[in-house]
């Protein structure tokens, strides 16, 4: 049974930071792709960023390219989101998701790919 715990969200003013975390338990942390989504209530639940099983690679959505980074710790079981130069548009719900299979490599933007999520944690910015 895989876990996903996120914490650091919380309320920020334009321009700020943010660092948000996600525990993981229940597989082989460092097998599998990682990534973060974000959820506005009433629209779907968008892509962030992604990074490979390794660590190697990492993706963007265009929205927060620059901004924010997305890395891990296999050895913490742990990958989080950098979030710097925050807008008000970046307020959401953000979750983190564990990839379906291991050792997949390329971008992995689609929730569909995804089948451990967390529950999520409330990001807001203040203009």
């Known amino acids: 049974q895989v876990q996903l715990v996120e914490s650091g969200g919380g309320l920020v003013q334009a321009g700020g930071s943010l660092r948000l975390s996600c525990a993981a338990s229940?597989?082989?942390?460092?097998?599998?792709?990682m990534a973060w989504f974000r959820q506005v209530p009433g629209k779907e639940r968008e892509f962030v960023a992604h990074?490979?099983?390794?660590?190697?690679?990492?993706y963007y959505a265009d929205a927060v390219k620059g901004r924010f980074t997305i890395s891990r710790d296999n050895a913490k079981n742990t990958v989080y989101l950098q979030m710097n130069s925050l807008k008000p548009e970046d307020t959401a719900v953000y979750y983190c998701?564990?990839?379906?299979?291991?050792?997949?490599?390329?971008?992995?933007?689609?929730?569909?790919?995804?089948?451990?999520w967390g529950q999520g944690t409330q990001v807001t910015v203040s203009s």
């Open positions: 998701a564990q990839d379906k299979r291991p050792y997949r490599v390329g971008l992995r933007n689609n929730q569909d790919q995804y089948d451990s």
């Open positions: 229940g597989r082989t942390f460092s097998s599998y792709a």
């Open positions: 990074i490979t099983w390794g660590g190697g690679s990492t």
